[in-house]
């Protein structure tokens, strides 16, 4: 024991006595560090004999080994210290000198003061007034050009880390990696993104350090505004409609800070920060070939004669080019950035001309004539743009990774407008349907993310409240023996409230498969008993879920993806079919999208538009147009669902029902199938006057 405690003693006074000697730390945070290392107090430790002292280094070591779990702490403090001595020296303690036997009697005395070593400036002298002002600025005025917090907290982190030296000059000189930058806020318009959001300071107009530190911060600012809004959207998906829903991708601005200032293409790393999905650049090339390679101003091109690019002759070697008022404003559509106040109609506008005659389904002639001009100025070509636009930037909502790379990236994707569902394993589509998805208004199907983890045969089902409020509690005023003759079963609880449900079987508003997702809209995918809505162009007939026109092809195509040894078959799973739920739980959840694209590129490149049948994309449009509503810090607040059971006070007649029949014609209503009119409405009113 006594060999162990001056083993402990002398680790101790070897790491106390280094630490008189070392050198300064080279910063502040450094010698923190240090005086946040705990110190274990040997102050109730008697002093060693003569024994312990003399003990020879192997058995030194053996006590070292032998000693408690105390001495293992002082050693693990020891090592953990930025300023160490070496290792022989804390764990294999020699014979003492007798000034060093003295030192280990008498307490150690206290270090004299001394001044940390300088280190170098990371700051160039030419620099240090432009560092002198950030400085200043970020400490007194960062909400100034930094609104968001967390941002305002990385850049001041950031700049401090780097002894405020400018980060897009040096020497009051733009720097490649600035140029870079600028270059790809310049073009946010390839990416559906407003270049007027990102505004990029004149560095060349800024002669003093003042002014150079401001177009640092300016430019730093528009940097993270890009990053942000092309990772996370220009807009909230709740400012759009209250039934949209995914996860939440953030930018850290502390990771972009340091990305974009160690990049070696600071642009490439700027425009990464866009969505990767092969849709979304299938988009941007079309959105790139609609404008010409540029945004191009709204006005429209005036008519005038037919030019073309002169042609060179025996007797005229060197034609002029021909000369119109405007070519600038060609050049300007077509995307054609040289020589932009040219009148010349040269080759590179002939190029750019038959280019856009050659996407528009014009005979790609190089000739302006009447049918180009109009094609320019065709409004569907707008309309198409901002199609495109409002698709870009809902795509930037959806998860960067929308399979689950367990299962090689498997997901299933549905797009509302297309009325259509895939699944996608590998980067392949492996197998789509048609579906029906919920009407325009208060029974659109929602728009989410989330994960299927398993599948219902002969399902249950569970009338939602907002069904059961909205259409059974009215047709039960109006015919008691609804339910009935609809095969569904009502409870009423002792508190009032109200469950309906329809048990498994052939004619179940489910079919005989449903397919869980749990979400909070209490929407699903599920087979259907009415299949004659999927001959329909127009499939928009529910009340939210998606009923899906093949679901056991559906059923084998995910679980043979999630448990490929079981082998599931079409076959097998119609063998499930009967009277009694069954669940087949995914060992592996995937992932499921439901998307609303009303612009996307098939597999041959062409570019396919749908109807906006709920509304998003004007809706979108309006928000993406006032810039006031475009921040993400502003959600807008709407009002959700309402889950909870209903309470009712249902007609008498309910439990007393014979003899009364009015007809399917409410079931039919509910399922979106096509009936014969209602009955007159003299004898709804009598009807509920019967039962008031």
């Known amino acids: 024991m006594l060999m162990a405690v001056a083993a402990t003693f002398l680790t101790v006074s070897a790491s106390n006595a280094f630490a008189q000697t070392a050198p300064a730390q080279n910063n502040a945070a450094e010698l923190a560090i240090d005086a946040a290392v705990p110190v274990p107090d040997t102050s109730i430790v008697p002093p060693p004999t003569a024994a312990d002292i003399t003990a020879t280094p192997s058995n030194a070591a053996a006590s070292t080994a032998a000693a408690p779990a105390s001495a293992d702490k002082t ?16 764990t294999t303690p020699a014979a003492p000198s007798d000034a060093a036997a003295q030192q280990a009697k008498e307490p150690a005395a206290a270090p004299a003061a001394q001044e940390p070593a300088k280190t170098a400036s990371k700051v160039a002298p030419a620099d240090q007034p432009v560092a002198d002002k950030l400085r200043d600025t970020l400490q007194t005025q960062a909400s100034k050009f930094f609104d968001r917090k967390n941002e305002r907290a990385a850049v001041e982190k950031f700049y401090a880390a780097r002894d405020y030296a400018p980060l897009w000059t040096e020497g009051g000189t733009l720097t490649a990696r600035a140029k870079s930058v600028v270059s790809r ?20 107009s800024a002669t003093g350090p003042d002014a150079l530190a401001e177009a640092d911060l300016k430019l730093t600012a528009s940097m993270l505004d890009y990053a942000r809004q092309a990772q996370s959207g220009q807009m909230h998906w709740s400012q759009v ?71 060179k002759t025996k007797k005229n070697p060197n034609p002029v080019a021909m000369e119109d008022a405007r070519v600038p404003q060609l050049r300007a559509k077509l ?24 996407h528009a389904g014009l005979k790609a002639t190089g000739v302006l ?17 901002d199609t495109i636009v409002v698709n870009m930037e809902r795509w930037r909502w959806l998860p960067r990774q929308l399979g689950a790379p367990a299962l090689g990236n498997a997901y299933a994707i549905l797009n509302i407008p297309d009325f259509t569902l895939k699944v996608m394993h590998n980067g392949a589509e492996v197998w789509k349907t048609r579906v029906v998805v919920g009407k325009p208004g208060k029974h659109a199907t929602p728009l989410l993310t989330e994960t299927m983890k398993y599948i219902t045969v002969n399902p249950t089902w569970n009338v939602p409240p907002s069904i059961i409020n909205n259409e059974y509690l009215p047709a039960l005023q109006q015919d008691p023996t609804v339910l009935d003759r609809m095969g569904l079963k009502l409870q009423q609880n002792r508190d009032g409230t109200i469950h309906i449900s329809q048990p498994p079987g052939e004619r179940n508003a489910l079919g005989r498969i449903r397919f869980n997702f749990p979400n909070k809209f209490l929407v699903y995918q599920h087979d259907t008993p009415d299949k004659n809505l999927f001959s329909r162009d127009v499939r928009a007939f529910s009340h939210g879920c998606m009923r899906v026109q093949n679901p056991d092809q559906y059923a084998s195509v995910l679980l043979n993806i999630a448990m490929p040894n079981e082998h599931y078959t079409p076959e097998k799973i119609r063998s499930m079919y009967g009277n009694s739920e069954r669940d087949i739980k995914f060992a592996t959840p995937i992932p499921v999208n439901i998307t609303y694209q009303t612009a996307f590129v098939d597999d041959a490149g062409k570019l396919h538009t749908r109807s906006d049948i709920y509304g998003r994309d004007s809706a979108m449009l309006a928000l993406l147009r006032n810039s006031k509503n475009k921040n993400l810090e502003a959600v807008v607040a709407h009002a959700q ?11 008498v007649a309910v439990n007393d029902r014979s003899g009364y029949d009015s007809g399917p014609n ?4 509910l399922f979106g199938i096509p009936t014969q009119a209602p009955p007159p409405a003299a004898e709804y009113g009598q009807r509920r006057r019967i039962y008031r």
């Open 369 to 385: 004539d009447d049918h180009t001009v109009k094609a320019i100025n065709s409004p569907k070509r707008d309309r198409e743009i």
């Open 241 to 311: 409609s209250a039934d949209i829903q995914y996860p939440e991708h953030p930018v850290d601005p502390n990771e972009v800070l340091a990305n974009i200032s160690t990049a070696k293409d600071a642009s490439m790393a700027l425009q990464a920060y866009n969505p990767p999905q092969k849709l979304y650049k299938e988009l941007r090339a079309k959105l790139a070939e609609l404008r010409g390679q540029s945004e191009g101003p709204v006005t429209l091109l005036p008519d005038g004669p037919k030019l073309s690019l002169a042609k």
């Open 185 to 204: 806020l310049n073009d946010a318009a390839a990416d559906g993104l407003n270049p007027a959001e990102y505004p990029v300071p004149n560095f060349g």
């Open 666 to 669: 409410f079931f039919e209503r």
């Open 641 to 651: 669902p309402n889950y909870s059971r209903p309470r009712a006070q249902l007609p």
């Open 335 to 358: 995307g054609v950035t040289e020589n932009p106040d040219d009148t010349h109609y040269d080759a590179t506008v002939a190029a750019a001309v038959r280019k856009f005659q050659a």
């Open 75 to 90: 050693e693990t403090t020891a090592s953990t210290t930025p300023a160490t001595a070496p290792a022989a020296s804390v």
